[in-house]
């Protein structure tokens, strides 16, 4: 058989993760890294946020934004590196790179969804 | 291919080499799209950012409210404020460019006709409000 190529199934992911990344990730970053922090509105309490958190829907659709965001940004700064500075010799160790921090990383996630009390 | 090249095959030693001149190392500066689409293709950095930003909020939400102050805290330093408001920047400009392009990607064919880019588009930007609408709602009023 075959060897079945990898690439399609990173190329879904790419485009699941764009989608989900440009829905959701403008509005967290805006409300979570910007207007809480500056004060434009006021940080929800403690208790509603980890009400929110709690909830297993809230933790699964987490989860799922993180692994589809984290492999969107792996595949497309792989073709960054790849295109932007041409550097196609270090194929392997770029590739070991991205995807090996998208996958470590979704691992903290799924870890850190998992052992909410 | 004339007799005289099918004469002598195999082995010559100043084989022809393919003229390719290496672009520039800084080929996107040249024009403003190129600049265009490696902007596009850097918010994937800030992307990743915000994926660790967003892991750490998690974390301390889950240890309990003082690591929650800390976190927000935190937040507040000048560095991680102004990295978030240059990730906001780029996730912007990625969902923009992302659902431009949704047209070109998503042929939707209803009742043997193709709808139009301007409808796709539209259904995306609608998308998008609707979901700004629901993490607010999530965060704010719930």
Redo the contacts between chains.
């Keep these: 058989m075959a060897k079945r190529s990898l690439e399609p199934i990173l190329w879904l992911l790419f485009?699941a993760g764009?989608?989900v990344?440009?829905?959701?990730?403008?509005?967290?970053?805006?409300?979570?890294?910007?207007a809480?922090?500056?004060g434009w509105?006021s940080?929800?309490s403690?208790?509603?946020?980890?009400?929110?958190?709690r909830h297993p829907l809230t933790r699964v659709a987490?989860f799922g934004?993180?692994v589809l965001?984290?492999f969107?940004?792996?595949?497309?700064?792989r073709?960054?590196l790849y295109?932007?500075?041409?550097i196609k010799h270090l194929n392997e160790l770029i590739n070991l790179f991205c995807y090996g921090?998208a996958i470590a990383?979704s691992l903290?996630?799924g870890y850190?969804?998992w052992?909410?009390? | 291919m004339s007799d005289q090249s099918a004469e002598h095959p195999g082995y010559t030693e100043y084989h022809p080499r393919w003229l390719r001149r290496r672009p520039s190392t800084y080929w996107w500066l040249e024009r403003r799209a190129y600049l265009a689409f490696i902007t596009r293709e850097l918010s994937s950095i800030f992307i990743a950012w915000f994926i660790v930003y967003l892991l750490l909020f998690i974390r301390a939400v889950s240890r309990g409210d003082a690591s929650y102050q800390q976190f927000l805290a935190w937040s507040r330093h000048p560095v991680v404020l102004v990295l978030n408001v240059v990730t906001f920047l780029f996730v912007v400009f990625h969902a923009f460019t992302w659902f431009n392009l949704a047209p070109k990607a998503m042929v939707v064919h209803v009742g043997g006709k193709r709808l139009p880019a301007s409808v796709i588009s539209a259904s995306n930007y609608a998308a998008w409000v609707a979901a700004t609408a629901f993490v607010v709602w999530l965060l704010l009023g719930g």
């Design positions: 485009s764009g989608v990344s440009a829905l959701l990730v403008p509005i967290l970053v805006l409300l979570l890294g910007i809480f922090p500056l509105l940080a929800p403690h208790e509603h946020l980890f009400a929110v958190l987490l934004v993180c965001s984290l969107h940004g792996a595949h497309r700064f073709f960054t295109d932007g500075l041409q921090g990383l903290w996630a850190l969804l052992v909410v009390p």
